[in-house]
């Protein structure tokens, strides 16, 4: 028979949470860790026209952005990602501004404003020099 008593290695307790996610057996007797602190992503300081925009509605559209970001400066350009197969939005956008200076008045006046029914995350977006370098 063995080390085991039914000759079967015991089986960790798998839990699946309400986001789908597994984990192992919970420390907390309840068997729930309790809420998940948000995660906000890192401000990036404004020194390209370039800015991002986090937390954007699935259903904000660029012409949607030109809009909002027309009230503050000058847009050339806005893009909102998308996935590729499906060409579904993936919550985020990056807005070209005409210059520096516009688009940190934007980050000043349209961070944390609600739109579409979410509050935006605009900041400076990352060059390919930062991205590279994490």
Request: charged share 20%; aromatic share 8%.
């Amino acid at each position: 028979m063995g080390f085991f008593s039914n000759g079967n290695p015991p089986i960790a307790k798998v839990e699946q949470r309400r986001n789908g996610s597994y984990s192992g057996s919970s420390s907390s007797p309840s068997g729930s860790s309790g809420p998940r602190p948000s995660r906000r992503p890192e401000s990036v300081e404004v020194t390209t026209p370039r800015l991002y925009v986090g937390n954007l509605s699935f259903e904000a559209t660029e012409s949607d952005l030109f809009e909002l970001f027309n009230g503050v400066g000058q847009v050339q350009n806005a893009e909102v990602v998308t996935y590729k197969h499906n060409q579904r939005s993936k919550g985020f956008a990056f807005v070209q501004m005409n210059t520096v200076e516009e688009a940190q008045r934007a980050v000043t006046e349209l961070h944390d404003k609600e739109f579409l029914g979410r509050k935006l995350l605009v900041s400076g977006a990352k060059s390919s020099e930062q991205t590279s370098a994490n």
